[in-house]
């Protein structure tokens, strides 16, 4: 059977759940009225002192069939029978909701989803994910795999429930809109990654996640070279084809099988000895801004390889000599054992140093 038709959405039942307080509240409000209302009629138009009122009034809304507290003329039962049948509807009315309520499970879910909010305000420098298909799964494995804080935003009630039962944090929502980033805090976020099922949605969505936090890092997902070119001009800062990367890395497979294993090794996890990780020279932190590589002796000092280096200008130096001069904002990808980059993590920023994503066995 479809989850669809046993499954409440999250926005439905959140949309549920808030219409329910508003008729309990409203509900409430009617019995204080009511209760007012009986109070002052016998008080003002009967001349019945305060405790007689208002004990008159709980035993008729109550309905414990007490008696009259003091002889009543036909106007007064006639309003006491009116005030009898208010006090029923209403009660019932309460009754009736508050038991849906329950059976329903709207409070346990909307407990649920409030400690989902709170946990999401809690949330800083995450990643956001968009879309959990075949592309948003795999991307979610990797993501658990590094150890970083993460969310899930997917319309579908199905991918939804499936990102749950993996004990994702997940929202069902339209990433496309900015209340669905905002919800999920685009504002605090690191890096966006659009994995959608069409062009259209990854781009809107990039130019949505771009508006809320220029400075969010976006990768979208594209389905043909057109797209790719879209998405850039849109502002994603990486844009991705399955389908083109996939062709290229099959080729890559068959002409250079031991280099695409190596690799692979590296970037899938396969291979769990080495790993690849960048790093930002902050001129502030930073002790070797102005240093060649030579002068630095990263290598010696922590036994990682420095693979490559990117300018702040984009410039990118592959293989870099020992007489590269390290410069401010700099970002250079090394490679190599989890203590390794560790150690190295230490040495550039040994002020303020981050926290690498690493797995703690390996130490």
């Known amino acids: 059977m479809n989850s669809k038709n046993i499954f409440l959405s999250q926005t439905a039942i959140e949309v549920k759940y808030k219409q329910l307080q508003k008729e309990l509240i409203g509900g409430a409000i009617a019995i204080i ?16 002192n305060w405790l007689d009122s208002i004990y008159m009034t709980v035993i008729t809304l109550a309905t414990v069939g007490y008696g009259e507290t003091r002889p009543l003329g036909d106007r007064g039962r006639l309003f006491t029978i009116f005030l009898i049948g208010l006090g029923i509807v209403t009660i019932a009315y309460i009754v009736n909701q508050f038991t849906e309520a329950i059976i329903q499970g709207y409070f346990q879910e909307g407990r649920k989803l409030r400690q989902l909010k709170r946990l999401i305000e809690t949330l800083r420098e995450h990643y956001i994910l968009c879309g959990y298909g075949r592309t948003g799964k795999q991307i979610a494995q990797e993501f658990q795999a590094e150890g970083i804080s993460f969310i899930i935003v997917d319309s579908d009630l199905e991918s939804v429930e499936l990102a749950q ?36 949605e990854n781009l809107y969505t990039v130019l949505s996640a771009k508006t809320l936090n220029p400075t969010v890092r976006t990768i979208a997902r594209a389905s043909t070279e057109e797209a790719v070119k879209k998405l850039q001009r849109g502002g994603a800062d990486a844009v991705v084809s399955p389908y083109i990367t996939g062709g290229k890395r099959m080729a890559a497979a068959a002409l250079r099988p031991q280099v695409m294993d190596f690799v692979d090794g ?3 996890g396969t291979d769990r000895s080495f790993y690849m990780e960048e790093f930002r020279l902050d001129p502030e932190v930073c002790p070797y801004v102005g240093q060649t590589l030579k002068d630095a002796r990263l290598r010696s000092q922590s036994g990682a390889l420095v693979v490559a280096i990117r300018r702040a200008d984009g410039t990118l130096i592959g293989g ?15 490679m190599g054992t989890a203590e390794q980059l560790r150690l190295l993590n230490q040495i550039l920023s040994p002020l303020a140093s981050k926290r690498l994503r690493l797995p703690k066995h390996n130490l």
Do not use: N
Request: glycine share 8%.
């Open 33 to 48: 009225v009511i209760f007012l209302l009986g109070t002052l009629w016998y008080k003002f138009i009967e001349g019945w």
């Open 165 to 200: 039962q993996m004990g994702y944090i997940v929202v069902q929502g339209d990433a496309t809109l900015d209340e669905t980033l905002v919800k999920v805090g685009i504002e605090r976020a690191t890096c966006l990654v659009a994995a959608l099922p069409s062009d259209a």
């Open 266 to 268: 590296i970037l899938t």
């Open 320 to 334: 870099p000599t020992a007489e590269t001069v390290l410069s401010a904002r700099d970002s250079m990808i090394c």
